[in-house]
């Protein structure tokens, strides 16, 4: 009952019922046609309008109300797309004032017909199963859909196997359902011989009360084959024997048989060799064949075992199983009678095996060494040709029995020799431990023994020989320069000693220091490997040469020179790295020494180009007593031909010989002056000089020098070519000039041997750091002077050393 106002009226309805509407899906009459009416008790006339689903709401234009009430439908509908049911609003009008009289709710079903088949999710299916799967086991589940209603016969299914292609006896396939999937499975045993695939057409039809509608898909199961077939040997080709000794021959191949795919893990071989106790053989698969390869890997002795009886199994590379049908039940699991691939115990009673017998062929068999190494221990330094020891060979061969002679093998130090009969070894050359071969006091010699066999063959033994020390080395200093700095206390530096032998003939070692070295310099400790060198403050910078007895403790000793620099550290941190800086040519020199090559080269030019003439002016001199011609006897002479006095005057003074020429007419030729050792000879193509015999020192080129220097002081200067010639006066040469030579010569050799003359020497490579300190005591740098140098100097150098270093004199 609905009460609602109206012109300030109220005015009471009639309730009315109205029954809901059914349309079904895919209407296939003609249009638009009567679904029912909607009946209102009225005593006046009314307008019916509906509103809403299929009105003007979606679906639009599906539904109209005509003026009788009547509920017309204009088009089909579909229930698996559209909505179950429409919801729309009926309202009557009064026709008069057009006043809402009634408004109602109207409700309209959608009825579904089985209009669609039941579809599987994939129209193939396709899966892949290795032989050796086991009956009950699922194979592949399908999934399938039906769009109509699910709570009707319309929209439910069942599967259905339709086909099965090939048809084997081994197997049957079922399907379980479980609503929309379905399980696939089967029993027996799947044969990868009888069938390589099985096709397998399913269908899934619906339960439609007028009509049942179906779908089908196909289901492809591939069988993989796996080890359900033992290989079987099948023959055997080869020699079936090896010679002794001899290794890395093929001696036999095995054939074998196998019903499975070629290629797969299921048909390769896989070979065991069984009763070889010493591993002497090893066999392997050929990858193309599958024949099994026996290979000898180790030598053999025919002395020892002339043949080796072997045998062989074969099984695949993935174990073996075996499924074979005893009952088909039916509507439960097959009974079979089944070999697992997890039971490796059960299948190997089953594998083949085949008995083989490898022959040994007796050869020739070197000598061999008894024993192979021997050890000798002497001492070093043993004489020349002591005998150290005997070798014994033996040759093993039975049927080859041959003699043999023993030869040196490797000797890299050639110390022995050894007997080609008896095998004893002596030795050659004197046995020194600390020779570079020698390792940790061992030497390795190795010897041969060669038999006369064909071919011949060769044995090896080996010789160590141990050597014991012996005291033959002194102890040296590891470093003999070494730095030092000056201060007003004694300060020090640490000196060591090495001693090739071992102890007691090595360290600790006694230090002894010799000279006048009292108050100066002293070692502490006097005992060890390592000890001190300590400088007294009186040891003023510079460098010093010390000399040091070092003892082992044997007592046997050597003297070593040690170079120790002095320098004031305080003043020039680094002061020998310093001076040894400043010793080093600098820019401006080098381009000295450049200039002055040019120079040279420019002057022996200008030489070369003035010829030589015959005849040279005589250079007159004095005839005072002690004056001679400035010559230079270092130059050889020339092919100039000069001219010289009458008569020949010989002298004898004191054993030294002088023979003049003094024949005016005749010409010198050639002047030649050598010096070798202590003579000096001058020869003319007329007459030969006597030998003009000479003591002179070792130093001679500077005994030269001092000479010319001494007589050039008496003599008269005169200019000269470099191959100085000179003219002999007969009554000059006498006694007095013989003695007046010998004087002079004696004099210098004497003064020579007194302060000794340096010999120059190389000091260090341009550019490289200097390790002798030698150069640097030519000059001292001025940082190394102290102000107690002056104590026992006069007091002008104390005057001097104020004014230059008055920095220094302040201290």
Not at 303 to 329: D, R, W
Request: proline content about 4%; some cysteine; charged content about 25%.
């Amino acid at each position: 009952m609905c009460v609602r106002a109206d012109s300030g009226k109220i005015r009471q309805k009639r309730a009315w019922i109205i029954d809901s509407f059914t349309i079904e899906e895919e209407y296939t009459g003609s249009l638009p046609y009567k679904i029912g009416k909607v009946e209102l008790d009225r005593s006046y006339l009314v307008n019916y309008i509906l509103h809403g689903q299929g009105v003007d709401q979606d679906p639009m234009n599906i539904l109209s109300i005509d003026k009788s009430g009547f509920v017309l439908v204009h088009g089909r509908l579909d229930y698996e797309t559209g909505p179950k049911i429409l919801h729309s609003t009926f309202e009557a009008r009064n026709e008069s004032n057009n006043e809402l009289d009634t408004k109602l709710g109207l409700e309209i079903k959608i009825l579904d017909i089985n209009d669609n088949a039941p579809t599987f999710q994939k129209s193939i299916y396709e899966v892949t199963v290795d032989e050796s799967h086991d009956q009950g086991k699922e194979l592949l589940t399908v999934l399938a859909s039906d769009q109509d209603d699910s709570s009707t016969d319309n929209g439910t299914f069942v599967f259905t196997i339709k086909s099965v292609t090939p048809k084997t006896d081994n197997v049957e396939f079922y399907i379980q359902q479980q609503k929309e999937s379905g399980t696939i499975y089967f029993k027996g045993c799947l044969d990868y011989e009888k069938a390589q695939k099985y096709t397998i057409l399913l269908e899934a039809k619906d339960k439609g009360e007028k009509i049942q509608l179906s779908s089908t898909s196909t289901l492809i199961i591939n069988i993989s084959d796996n080890n359900n077939n033992l290989p079987e040997f099948s023959g055997k080709t080869g020699p079936g024997k090896v010679k002794e000794r001899e290794t890395g021959v093929e001696v036999l191949r095995l054939q074998v048989t196998d019903k499975d795919v070629r290629g797969s893990k299921a048909w390769k071989a896989k070979y065991t060799i069984h009763e070889d106790k010493k591993k002497i053989f090893k066999i392997e698969t050929d990858p193309v064949t599958n024949e099994g390869i026996l290979t000898v890997v180790k030598q053999t002795d025919y002395e020892e075992q002339t043949n080796h009886n072997l045998s062989i199994s074969v099984q695949n590379e993935i174990p073996y199983f075996s499924c074979k049908i005893k009952n088909k039940v039916p509507n439960a699991m097959w009974v079979l009678d089944k070999i697992p691939q997890s039971s490796e115990i059960s299948a190997g009673n089953l594998y083949n095996r085949i008995p083989v017998t490898i022959y040994v062929e007796d050869v020739n068999d070197p000598p061999v060494f008894i024993p192979p190494v021997k050890h000798v221990v002497v001492m070093e330094n043993i004489d020349v040709g002591t005998s150290l020891t005997t070798f014994t060979a033996k040759d093993m061969d039975g049927s080859h029995v041959n003699t043999f002679k023993f030869v040196k093998g490797e000797d890299i130090d050639k110390w022995i020799t050894i007997d080609a009969k008896t095998g004893k070894v002596s030795t050659i050359k004197i046995l020194d431990r600390e020779s570079p071969f020698v390792k940790n006091a061992t030497y390795t010699a190795t010897l041969y023994a060669v038999d006369e066999g064909v071919p011949p063959l060769t044995g090896t033994g080996t010789l160590v020989i141990h050597l014991n020390d012996q005291n033959d080395n002194v102890p040296i200093l590891e470093k003999n320069v070494v730095t030092i700095c000056i201060d007003k206390e004694p300060t020090l530096v640490n000196i060591t000693a090495v001693d090739l032998d071992f102890p007691p003939y090595g360290s600790p070692f006694y230090y002894e220091l010799l000279g006048d070295v009292k108050d100066k310099w002293r070692v502490e400790p006097a005992h060890g490997t390592t000890v001190s060198l300590v400088k007294e403050k009186h040891v003023y910078s510079g460098h010093h040469l010390l000399q040091i007895k070092i003892s082992d403790q044997q007592g046997l000793y050597s003297i070593q020179n040690l170079t120790v620099t002095v320098c004031d550290c305080s003043l020039t941190p680094n002061c020998h790295v310093r001076m040894v800086s400043h010793a080093r040519m600098g820019p401006v020199a080098a381009w000295m020494v450049i200039l002055a090559i040019l120079i040279l080269t420019a002057m022996c030019l200008v030489s070369l180009a003035v010829p030589c003439k015959e005849e040279k002016k005589m250079i007159m001199m004095d005839d005072g007593l002690g004056h001679l011609i400035t010559t230079n006897t270092e130059n050889p002479g020339t092919d100039c031909t000069v001219s010289s006095s009458k008569g020949i005057h010989k002298t004898d003074v004191n054993g030294i010989k002088a023979t003049k020429n003094v024949n005016s007419s005749q010409k010198v030729t050639k002047q030649t002056v050598m010096y070798k050792g202590q003579q000096a000879v001058s020869q003319t193509p007329s007459s030969l000089y006597n030998e003009q015999m000479f003591n002179r020192s070792t130093y001679r080129n500077s005994t030269r020098r001092s000479y010319r220097k001494n007589v050039q002081q008496s003599s008269a200067r005169s200019s000269v070519r470099s191959n100085y010639s000179f003219k002999i006066n007969a009554s000059y040469l006498g006694e007095n000039l013989a003695g007046l030579i010998n004087q002079k010569v004696l004099a210098l050799q004497t003064r020579d041997e007194e302060h000794g003359i340096y010999e120059p020497h190389c000091y260090t490579d341009e550019g490289q750091p200097m390790a002798r300190d030698e150069l640097d005591a030519i000059s001292i740098s001025e940082d190394d002077f102290h102000p107690d140098m002056l104590k026992n100097l006069d007091s002008r150098f104390c005057q001097l050393a104020t004014i230059s270093r008055p920095d220094l004199m302040k201290r």
